[in-house]
């Protein structure tokens, strides 16, 4: 029998989902939360197999109760109902330690089946949720730093690893010295690097120059 403790501070809520919660063959509603405080008070005492938590609620966030509860009790498992998918609300509760993050959209017996699922062992998301996290990596992402060179940059900068001089850049590109020697330049400055040298190691580092 799967235990649960739900925490919601909209009676409405809770009664509907205990309900068919209860309805279920497996499952067993072991207490009921209307705030923060209380979710972390019942799930320490009850230690269900599962625990319900709303993400806005009064007194404590249920990221901020999650948070808690992990921290004295790390098996918890712990699944995020809310309506909410604002960058405030999904990351912290998801940071604070739960293991599935559902929308109150979803229906009742989709509920029930990320339930039974989340005890096994899997971590449900909604798609929606997937979606932000992955925007999220991408733009924590850190961006390469050759990257940041221009075409005309990269070119010098292949050409410095040919062993070419200075003037010999600007023969081949058809520049002046000059201009060759500001784009040099401006290649260690974007590399981070302290020398023609150490951008020449840069490039075959990085697979620029095979």
């Given at each position: 029998m799967i235990t649960i403790v739900i925490a919601d501070d909209h009676e409405m809520v809770r009664i509907g989902i205990s309900a068919?919660?209860?309805a279920q063959p497996d499952m067993t509603i072991v207490g009921e939360a209307t705030n923060g405080e209380e979710a972390i008070t019942l799930a320490l005492t009850h230690k269900p197999d599962i625990i319900l938590m709303d993400n806005v609620m009064p007194k404590l966030t249920g990221a901020e109760a999650t948070e808690q509860i992990i921290a004295k009790w790390p098996e918890a498992k712990i699944m995020m109902i809310t309506s909410f998918l604002d960058d405030d609300k999904v990351y912290p509760a998801l940071e604070a330690g739960a293991v599935s993050y559902l929308l109150k959209t979803s229906n009742a017996k989709h509920i029930a089946e990320a339930i039974r699922k989340t005890v096994q062992g899997e971590m449900i998301v909604e798609?929606?949720?997937?979606h932000k996290m992955m925007s999220r990596m991408r733009s924590q992402q850190?961006?390469?730093?050759?990257?940041?060179?221009?075409?005309?940059?990269h070119e010098v900068l292949l050409l410095m690893a040919d062993g070419l001089t200075n003037q010999a850049i600007a023969d081949e590109l058809f520049i002046a010295l000059k201009t060759v020697k500001t784009h040099v330049s401006n290649i260690l400055a974007k590399l981070e690097v302290q020398d023609r040298t150490q951008a020449v190691v840069y490039a075959f580092q990085h697979?620029?120059?095979q």
């Open positions: 068919y919660l209860n798609p929606e949720v997937t850190v961006t390469p730093l050759h990257e940041q060179l221009t075409e005309r940059e697979q620029l120059k």
